[in-house]
Structure formats: structure tokens, C-alpha cells
């Protein structure tokens, strides 16, 4: 713990340095903004200055929505590495013949496509099954080679015909993809499950386990089934059925399927709850729908010609960072859980031209960026204090450190979000709160 507080002028630049300033980190927070009533994400993160939009479907994120994104991708990566993928990075522009290999060019109707000065057709990624499995072909050539399996985040371009709720359904957007390939079901089988108890143990590190459910749903044009991964939420797009104990969920596009009911509750009857959901993530068994499109094949222990067998397991980022502030908000303003938020502190200075605030500010942040805490402040001088604690509730940090006239020479003011009672701590104190 560092309780040396002492300052010096190149000590205090280097701390400052370290921390950024609100009207630094955001071009400014648009309370009177008028935004789209009916995105309660694209209306928040909009008037908290997480996020700019150029045109439908398009979003700039800013300095704070980008560190808010850059820390749910860290877990994703954490957890994406923990269950033996490989991360690579394929183009965003995709020529034709992959995905006419497949026979996707002319069925999915989303596919931004362009050509190029030289005439080739082209498009921008939309998924990335035809891609992987064309570069998994060079690399697998026997099945020793089996398992294989890789992800990437990436953007991907999608042309919605009516873009909407914010960033939960955008035309560009970025995406966590993984590619399994297996040499037969029961390698399948493990690895699926393994990923799909890695994505609940992301969706529990975003702080959005206790209410997000593994969901029996519909596997399209791929498979019978599938799962996803659907957060409760009033706002959401899906409508689900969930089990008394909120352990299982089944899409309500399956939910009349006998042999679906069957397959998520095991026969068993149960009273089911309708609930509305925001999908986060979604896992697919592909079979060979890909590989065999690509004369993926390797020979077995057994001496036979076998297709390889895949899945894929997609989780959007962007969507979840709009998806978590649709449920982590109150009526002031975004809740940010701890592992997510932009900061770990947000410092507010109270008192123009006093330098003992301006000290004891110094200090402050010395010892929480000594110990590895990062911190947004907010000390401007143009702003009363009613704006500031109103523009640190609508950002939503979950920790405020307020330097006022409670403050003393080493003791200041700390207090949760949403909690309206302060503690006064000293420095050494503040450090402990916020150590892991």
C-alpha cells in the first residue's frame, strides 16, 4: 500500500498523466440531447458522452465507451484463451468465392457487397464461417490436427433494413467469433459445453450472470437446436419461457416443438414464465454444412475419408456494452458493475482557486493511481457542484471520491453510486477500498 503522499512537481504531472480529466475524456455529457425514447442504451450512453451516431446504425464510441468496451473484450479474450482457442484476425473485406462456395452470396440477405476498381466482387464480413473453414482446410491435414479451435473480435458490417435499438442492432458492430473443428460427436460435445461454461462465467465477470440464461432456441439453417444466451430485460427483442428456477429458458420460437420441449426440460413438466430477453450470445452446431462445402476432410484412425465437423459461438460486443447499460441504470442515470465500468474511481473536486483542494486532489490521485486504480476527475472550475454530482450519476462510475468541505489535509469523501450517504475516509483507507 502506498501511504507516501508527499508531492513534488514532476511526481504530480506524472499522476495527472495518469488519470484524465472528464472534459478531457468527453467531448461533454448532452443532458438536453433528444434522443430515440424507444433505445433506453442509445438515449444513456448518448447523453453520458459514451457514444456519438453518424448515421442509422452507425456509432462512434467515445473515450469512455471505448474503455468500457476494451474491458468486456479483455474478458471475453480471458475466457476465449482459458478454454484453448487461438486468437487470429481475418479482413473485414471478403472476395466472393468463399462465400459462393458456400452458397451464401446469393441467400443472406444482409451481405454489404462492392466492387472493386479491377472488378472483382467483393463484400464486408458479416460472420466469418467461410473464411475459417477455407484457412482451416490448410491446416488441418490429419486428425491429429483435431481439435482446432480460433477466435477472433472483430467489426463485422451487417445491411439491416431498419437499424435500431441503439447498439443492440447496428450496421457495423464488433463481434467475438470462435470455430471449433472436431473429428467426431463426443469431441463436440465436450468442447461445446466447455465454451458455453465459458460464456457464463463472461457474462457473470460483466456483472450480468445473475440474470442472463443459457436459452433452448432454434438452430436456423444449421442444426435442429441451438442455445443462446439471453439476458432478461423488459426492453428486449426476443421473447423467452423460463423454468421456476431460472435455470432454463426455450425461445419462443421452439416452444410449441414437442421434441424441442423435450430436449430442454427432459419431459418434465414445468410452469413456464414469459419473459422479454436481449440475446448476448449464441452457440451453433454446424455439422459438416461448412466443411463439407469446402472438402474439409481428414482420414481417421480407422483408415476412412470423414468430414470434419464444426461449431461456431459468436458473441457481440458493442451489443453487450448496449445491452448491459439497457439493464445496469436508474432514473439519474447508468450503474456501471465494477468490472466494466470506463474507471475505477471518479475523483470530483469541489472549490475554485483553493489550493488546498488542489492538494489534497494531488494526493488523492497518487494514491489510488499508486495503486493501480485508474480515475476520472472531474475539476472544473466553470461547473457548480449540483451539475457535477448530476453529470457522476448519469456517467455511472460505481465509486465517487469527492474532495469538498467535509475534506481535511488527507481525508476525503467516498461514496457508492446510487447511494447517497458518504463515507469520510483517509487516504490509506480509500487505498483498501479499492484494492481487488
Known amino acids: 500500500m502506498n501511504t507516501d503522499l508527499k508531492l513534488d512537481h ?11 480529466r472528464l472534459c478531457a475524456a468527453v467531448t461533454a455529457t448532452n443532458k438536453s440531447l433528444i434522443v430515440d425514447p424507444s433505445s433506453k442504451n442509445a438515449s444513456l450512453l448518448t447523453k453520458a458522452g459514451y457514444i456519438t451516431q453518424i448515421g442509422a446504425g452507425l456509432y462512434t464510441l467515445m473515450p469512455l465507451g471505448l474503455r468500457v468496451l476494451n474491458r468486456i473484450e479483455n474478458i471475453v479474450r480471458s475466457e476465449m484463451n482459458s478454454s484453448g482457442a487461438s486468437e487470429f484476425l481475418s479482413p473485414v473485406i471478403h472476395p466472393k468465392e468463399v462465400w459462393s462456395t458456400t452458397g451464401r452470396w446469393e441467400t443472406v440477405d444482409v451481405l454489404f457487397k462492392l466492387n472493386s476498381h479491377s472488378g472483382a466482387e467483393l463484400c464486408l464480413a458479416a460472420t466469418a464461417e467461410e473464411v475459417i473453414t477455407n484457412i482451416a482446410k490448410g491446416l488441418i491435414r490429419s486428425y491429429r490436427d483435431l481439435p482446432l479451435a480460433t477466435y477472433q473480435i472483430q467489426s463485422k458490417c451487417r445491411d439491416e433494413l431498419r437499424p435500431r435499438a441503439g447498439l443492440l442492432r447496428g450496421r457495423e458492430f464488433r463481434m467475438k467469433d470462435l470455430y471449433s473443428f472436431h473429428l467426431d460427436s463426443t469431441e463436440l460435445e465436450r468442447y461445446y459445453e466447455q465454451v458455453c461454461t465459458a460464456y457464463q462465467r463472461i457474462f457473470a465477470r460483466c456483472g450480468i450472470g445473475h440474470r442472463t440464461v443459457r436459452t433452448f432456441a ?22 423467452i419461457f423460463l423454468s421456476d428456477d431460472g435455470k432454463v429458458a426455450i425461445n419462443a420460437e421452439v416452444a410449441k416443438d414437442a421434441v424441442a420441449l423435450e430436449a430442454a426440460f427432459g419431459g418434465a413438466k414445468m410452469k413456464l414464465t414469459e419473459c422479454r430477453a436481449i440475446e448476448v450470445g449464441n452457440t451453433f452446431k454446424l455439422g459438416t454444412r461448412f466443411t463439407d462445402a469446402f472438402d474439409l476432410k481428414v482420414i481417421n484412425p480407422q483408415g476412412q475419408l470423414q468430414s470434419v465437423l464444426m461449431c461456431c459461438y459468436g458473441i457481440g460486443t458493442t451489443r453487450l456494452v448496449g445491452a448491459i447499460a439497457e439493464v445496469c441504470s436508474d432514473e439519474l442515470g447508468l450503474v456501471w458493475p465494477e468490472q466494466v465500468a470506463p474507471y475505477d474511481a471518479h475523483l470530483i473536486t469541489l472549490g475554485v482557486n483553493d489550493s488546498a483542494v488542489d492538494e489534497l486532489k494531488y494526493k488523492t490521485i497518487k494514491a489510488l493511481t499508486g495503486s493501480g486504480v485508474s480515475v476520472l476527475i472531474d475539476d472544473r472550475s466553470d461547473v457548480r457542484a449540483g451539475e457535477k454530482f448530476h453529470d457522476a450519476d448519469l456517467i455511472g462510475i460505481p465509486k465517487q471520491v469527492i474532495i469538498g468541505k467535509h475534506a481535511s489535509e488527507s481525508r476525503v469523501e467516498f461514496k457508492k453510486r446510487g447511494v447517497k450517504q458518504a463515507d469520510i475516509v483517509d487516504l490509506e483507507r480509500l487505498q483498501g477500498i479499492f484494492r481487488p
Open 218 to 239: 432454434s438452430g436456423g439453417v444449421f442444426s435442429q437446436f441451438s442455445d443462446e444466451f439471453q439476458l432478461l430485460s423488459d426492453s428486449g427483442e426476443d421473447t
Open 10 to 20: 514532476k511526481d504530480t504531472q506524472m499522476r495527472i498523466a495518469e488519470a484524465h
